[in-house]
Every structure is written in C-alpha cells, then in structure tokens.
C-alpha cells in the first residue's frame, strides 16, 4: 500500500532553516507528481509547494523565494528546504500527490518557529 513518511521537523527560532524529506512506497513515484502542504491548529490544511514529475515546481505564495523543493527519484523521496522562516510558518508539514489525494496521509512532521 502507498505509504509516505516525513521526517525533519523540529523547534527553531525565526530567521532559521529546516530541511524536511517524506519517503514514498507503494507508487511509481518517479512518475508522480508531489507536494507539500501544511496544516496550523484549528486550520485547513493548504498547499505549499508543488514538484512536477519533469521537476517543474510551483509555490505558494507564502513561502516564495524562501522555501524550495526538490526530488531524489532513485531514493524515492521528496525535500522542502525552509530557510528565512517565520512564526507563521508554524504547522504540521505532509506530503502527497496533491491536496484532494486519495491515498492516505502519513503523520507529518511538526515544525515550530519561535519569534
């Protein structure tokens, strides 16, 4: 079955970096597309950036200029690099092949930024 698993969350103060990495199984993921999206307490979750199969990304306005993503298809993975970031960037981060998905979200991973 599809599982994805994502790691590098963590506790930071503003203006500092992350780098978050979600493991895929159970798809020809070289083959997919992927994004990240994040979900704030009390929040929908939103996207936040895009990863096309060819490479081709696309971002949230929110996190433009300072957050990038990128794959690694012979590890079957995909990166979010978070630099400059900001208290409001506060939430849990998932990955997944778009925001209406059918396959089940794995648990995320938190990210704190403390102003």
């Known amino acids: 079955q599809v599982q994805l698993v994502e790691s590098g969350g963590g506790y930071v103060q503003a203006g500092g970096s992350l780098r978050l990495s979600c493991a895929v199984s159970g798809i020809i993921f070289r083959f997919n597309a992927m994004g990240w999206y994040r979900q704030a307490p009390g929040k929908e979750r939103v996207f936040v950036a895009f990863?096309?199969?060819?490479?081709?990304?696309n971002y949230a306005d929110s996190v433009k200029g300072r957050f990038s993503i990128s794959r690694d298809n012979a590890k079957n993975t995909v990166y979010l690099q978070m630099n400059s970031l900001r208290p409001e960037d506060t939430a849990n981060y998932y990955c997944n092949t778009g925001l209406y998905s059918d396959y089940p979200w794995g648990q995320g991973t938190q990210v704190t930024v403390s102003s």
């Open positions: 990863i096309t199969s060819g490479g081709t990304t």
